[in-house]
């Protein structure tokens, strides 16, 4: 079975009780339900991580590379300055699907920025947690 990692960076553990006007009142516990029961409907063996650590995120977007394992990637806040990031996302060797649960070009201007939205396959934004099932399903159809 083919293998995806989702990744997500810093606050998006504390999913369910931060800002919930804007991401609304499920968890992170359920967002990794909801990936992973995606994953079994799509034959994909899904992999749930979250770290508020840009060095930690980094490691395992090497990981991916090194692996040619694919990537469904909440970068959160480093979406808007971490060329740290945009690096290690240069060097992947499989499709990597950059998503956000809000829509950041309709929020704060720093938002209307991604650093790593041109190393992206490709970006999913604004549709809350369905922003990673339609990632999922991107990355399925691109396998197939
Ligand atoms: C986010 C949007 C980012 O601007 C923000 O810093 C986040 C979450 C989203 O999923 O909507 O932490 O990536």
């Known amino acids: 079975m083919r293998s995806v990692l989702v990744l997500n960076g810093p606050n998006l553990g504390r999913l369910g009780s931060r800002e919930p006007d804007v991401y609304g009142a499920l968890s992170f516990k359920d967002l990794v339900a909801l990936c992973e029961e995606t994953g079994r409907g799509l034959g994909l063996a899904v992999e749930v991580r979250q770290t508020d650590d840009e060095a930690e995120l980094v490691k395992w977007i090497h990981e991916a590379a090194d692996g040619r394992v ?75």
Do not use: K, M, W
């Open 70 to 144: 694919p990537v469904v990637l909440n970068p959160a806040a480093f979406t808007h300055y971490s060329y740290a990031l945009r690096d290690a996302i240069s060097q992947r060797t499989a499709p990597l699907v950059e998503v956000h649960i809000s829509n950041p070009s309709a929020r704060e201007e720093f938002r209307h920025t991604s650093v790593v939205a041109a190393v992206a396959t490709g970006t999913i934004a604004g549709f809350g947690f369905q922003s990673y099932v339609l990632a999922l399903r991107a990355i399925a159809e691109a396998d197939s």
